[in-house]
């Protein structure tokens, strides 16, 4: 069924998919990426939340904090002190009006103040700031205040507590606490603006969308912007057992998301309620507007398509009904689904032919460059090219075209690790990747090129010149930028080396033997370039040199001492020399050099003797990546021996500050930092640790031991104060002098004149 009504042209049909599978990934793409967004932006909220209630909970125990210090400060001013502890017999008007002075003082410094009262017991006496009167108990306006001031245990250790008077509520304050054993004559009370709370400290409003409730004890609304309604609903509703968690709850019809925290000094719960309305209305005309983009992309993407197929496909249709027309009639499909597929049918018409043409252009090939590679082989490996052997290479190659050519070598470096990663197959096929591109790189820079592939870690390319004229700069360019996209390509680290220009009678064994072993001058000198002959003289090899066995047991020693220092440094002066030997010389110090070291640590188990090692080298480009690598073991093992325990680090962070301390201490600008960047560790951390070592903290320890290596210089030297000052790190000479005497009661002059020797 689906076969008779889907169309016979192929565009059509092709384009028919298309449009499926377009809308299918749009919209499931569209359905997931609103779901994402939605997320993000809940999560957003729920961030913001959190990030608004833990500033809210920060200012508000900063403001009432202050609140508190300001009720001391109130309580502590001479003249309401005076006033508030006066007795009738000593009692004078003029105690009353200085105590009423410095209570307007304080209204008036102090924004959240709506009043202050001041209770006088012994007087039987109560001035209030915000009548600007003096009362009696029993005439006094606010009997709740009075219960509150009297009772036991009311207000303990200054707590705030909610309070209205004349209809009007306020935040609450008796200083000093009434507790069950205090006995005090005086007390002060101070009411505080509710609104003037909410806006500054909650930074709320009664219009803001959101609302904050701040419950007291006993479920008591204290601050905030909710109305009573809701504050006794949520009051009544059941919460999560965690005090700081999220969670949402549906109260009068809206449901609310919210946030909720603990003040730790007072107790308090503070709530934040979002309303999750608010937001399902934005997140739903984001949703709406993504999927209205998504049908306009659908839209502009099927467009795209169809006229792409019509003009990418459509005369891939025409073409195949021109071919079926003058090749005959149509052949039976072998498949039912492949009716009427015209990609089927121009495979099957052409792919046979192309198939065989390939195999008989490959077979042409491979004669050809096997006879090529096998006489190339013969000459550089022989004497010299002569007789069918030269004629082919002179007709069939361009080496010999200007008479002039030049031999390179391009040697894979760690050919041991290219062993590992490839089989014998894979490496022969990587081998003649390498061989092409360096041909086809060459050529790019206008020279012709023959590679031969000696089936080792290396292939030779025959270089010669287009014109007459060679260059050796030009060569040399060449193959720094083959070795750059060989790199790229195939991801192969090369070393390449090439020859002076020679000529058609030219002995070639001995000067490849000699470029191959330019090759290997990377390893010893660890320069990334292609070398010529003319190295050879600069890195000529010194004879008889040896491994400094007093150096390699320092090596081992320092290994044992854990000093990373020490050890790069004998290992740089263990390796300096070797840049000098030949590659084999080399390669035996170093063996001799890492046995010696892995045999002294039992615990080391890494090489089997000293074959293995010899064979494990063949995998290192260079000196510097040996040294690299034997570095990274030596201080693993350093780290084996290190003692775990975090006991153990501490002192040994502890015992590194202080020596760091001690050397610097003629550094005025020594500071903690200094030390935490020394140590490797945070500020904060350094002055935990230091502090649980000992009773100074680093600061003071810093400080002490200037003072006491300033001591030692007054006692040991002639030097003058100000030279002391200088050298014990201090700034000023002032500095120095308070300092000092506060640490040992003298000035420095006193203390050396005391501690001078007889006769000095």
């Avoid at 449901?255 to 937001?279: C, D, H, K, M, N």
Wanted: hydrophobic letters at 40%.
């Amino acid at each position: 069924m689906w076969i008779r009504i889907m169309p016979r042209k192929m565009y059509v049909r092709l384009f028919l998919y298309a449009c499926l599978a377009v809308c299918v990934l749009t919209l499931a793409f569209t359905m997931y990426v609103s779901r994402l967004i939605v997320q993000s932006t809940m999560d957003e909220i729920n961030a913001s939340n959190r990030d608004k209630m833990q500033q809210v909970v920060q200012t508000s125990e900063f403001t009432l904090q202050k609140l508190r210090q300001f009720a001391l400060r109130v309580y502590s001013d001479e003249n309401i002190a005076l006033w508030l502890n006066v007795s009738p017999d000593h009692y004078s008007p003029l105690t009353l009006y200085k105590a009423a002075a410095s209570v307007r003082e304080f209204v008036n410094s102090e924004p959240f103040i709506d009043s202050v009262c001041l209770f006088n017991f012994q007087l039987n006496q109560i001035y209030s700031s915000s009548e600007a009167g003096l009362y009696t108990p029993q005439d006094y306006y606010d009997p709740a205040m009075l219960r509150a001031v009297r009772s036991q245990g009311t207000t303990p250790y200054l707590q705030f507590f909610d309070h209205t008077v004349q209809g009007r509520s306020h935040l609450a304050l008796v200083v000093p606490a009434a507790g069950p054993n205090a006995s005090y004559s005086g007390y002060v009370s101070i009411l505080f603006n509710k609104p003037l709370l909410n806006e500054h400290m909650l930074q709320i409003s009664d219009q803001d969308q959101n609302k904050l409730v701040v419950e007291g004890p006993g479920h008591a609304l204290l601050l905030g912007n909710a109305d009573a309604e809701l504050a006794s609903e949520l009051a009544r509703a059941e919460k999560p057992a965690s005090d700081d968690t999220s969670w949402n709850w549906t109260a009068g019809g809206a449901a609310w998301s919210i946030q909720t925290a603990v003040l730790p000094i007072e107790g308090w719960r503070v709530y934040l309620l979002s309303p999750i309305s608010a937001w399902q209305a934005k997140i739903d005309r984001i949703r709406i507007d993504i999927i209205a983009s998504a049908v306009v992309l659908i839209f502009a993407l099927l467009l795209f398509l169809y006229w792409q197929s019509y003009r990418r496909l459509k005369p891939i249709s025409d073409l195949t009904a021109r071919l079926q027309s003058k090749l005959g009639p149509e052949e039976p499909a072998a498949r039912p689904e492949d009716a009427g597929n015209e990609i089927a049918w121009l495979d099957s018409r052409f792919d046979t032919l192309v198939g065989r043409l390939e195999q008989l252009d490959m077979s042409l090939k491979s004669s050809k460059a096997l006879i090529k590679d096998d006489l190339l082989r013969q000459w550089i490996l022989g004497s010299r090219a002569s007789g069918p052997a030269a004629e082919y290479i002179r007709t069939q190659t361009g080496i010999l075209r200007t008479g002039r050519f030049r031999i390179a070598v391009i040697r894979l470096e760690s050919y041991g690790r290219f062993t590992d990663d490839y089989d014998f197959a894979s490496r022969k096929l990587m081998r003649f990747a390498l061989g092409n591109m360096t041909a086809e790189v060459l050529a790019n820079h206008g020279f012709a090129a023959e590679t031969v592939d000696f089936g080792s870690d290396h292939i030779v390319a025959l270089v010669a010149p287009a014109a007459a004229h060679d260059r050796e700069l030009l060569v040399l360019n060449a193959l720094s930028d083959a070795r750059v996209q060989i790199k790229r390509w195939l991801k192969l680290d090369l070393q390449a080396a090439v020859s002076p220009a020679l000529d058609e009678g030219t002995h070639l064994q001995p000067v490849y033997d000699r470029v191959y072993e330019l090759t290997l001058l990377a390893f010893l000198c660890d320069e990334d370039r292609v070398f010529t002959l003319d190295d050879l003289e600069r890195y000529r090899t010194e004879e008889g040199s040896e491994p400094d066995e007093a150096l390699l047991k320092q090596t081992i020693h320092a290994v044992r001492l854990r000093n990373a220092d020490a050890l790069s440094s004998d290992l740089d002066s263990l390796t300096r020399h070797m840049q000098g030997l030949s590659y084999e010389e080399c390669k035996l110090q170093l063996t001799h050099i890492i046995y010696s070291l892995m045999r002294s640590f039992t615990s080391a188990g890494t090489f089997q003797g000293m074959k293995s090692i010899h064979v494990f080298l063949e995998r290192f480009s260079t000196i510097g990546e040996v040294k690299a690598w034997l570095l990274q073991e030596l201080l693993r093992m350093m780290d084996r021996e290190r003692p775990r325990s975090g006991s153990a680090r501490k002192e040994e962070f502890v015992s590194e500050m202080m020596e760091f301390v001690r050397h610097h201490l003629h550094n005025p600008m020594l500071s903690v930092d200094d030390v935490a960047d020394h140590v490797g560790l945070s500020v904060n951390y350094v002055r935990q640790i230091f502090k649980e070592h000992g009773q100074l903290s680093l600061s003071d320890y810093i400080t002490d031991q200037r003072i006491k290596y300033a001591m030692h210089l007054l006692t040991t030297t002639d030097w003058t104060v100000a030279e002391i000052t200088e050298q014990s790190g201090f700034q000023t000479k002032s500095t120095f002098f308070s300092l000092f005497k506060r640490a040992t009661g003298m000035t420095p002059g006193q203390y050396r004149h005391a501690r001078a020797k007889p006769g000095r």
